[in-house]
Nanobody, 122 residues
Framework: QVQLVESGGGLVQAGGSLRLSCVASGRTFSNYAMGWFRQAPGKDREFVAT????????VHADSVKGRFTISRDNAKNTLLLQMNSLKPEDTAVYYC???????????????WGQGTQVTVSS
């Protein structure tokens, strides 16, 4: 099992930026594909972005493409999500997750962090 701890959330004005981090422990980080998901109040959790084990391949949801960038630093066991041009509709709890393969389905991920709140004011 991989332990995941997110940080970097907060309150930001529309148009601003935040960078989320997810630090992994317990297993070899580079053996796992990683993903970011988010859940807005009253809505289902949805896919945001995913990255393969080496960091050479990424997929972003259409809703964040061109604004968010997923990356990873395997030497530091850290997953990142750079979020630019934030919109009020990006307000959600953001979760990182670890799985075996690059994937957009939640069921393809086995281990999850506790989440970090991102709030974008208009």
């Amino acid at each position: 099992q991989v332990q995941l701890v997110e940080s970097g959330g907060g309150l930001v004005q529309a148009g601003g930026s935040l960078r989320l981090s997810c630090v992994a422990s317990g297993r070899t980080f580079s053996n796992y594909a990683m993903g970011w998901f988010r859940q807005a109040p009253g809505k289902d959790r949805e896919f945001v972005a995913t990255i393969n084990r080496s960091g050479s391949n990424t997929v972003h949801a259409d809703s964040v493409k061109g604004r968010f960038t997923i990356s990873r630093d395997n030497a530091k066991n850290t997953l990142l999500l750079q979020m630019n041009s934030l919109k009020p509709e990006d307000t959600a709890v953001y979760y990182c997750a670890a799985g075996l393969n690059l994937a957009i389905r939640q069921t393809d991920y086995d281990d999850w962090g506790q989440g970090t709140q991102v709030t974008v004011s208009s």
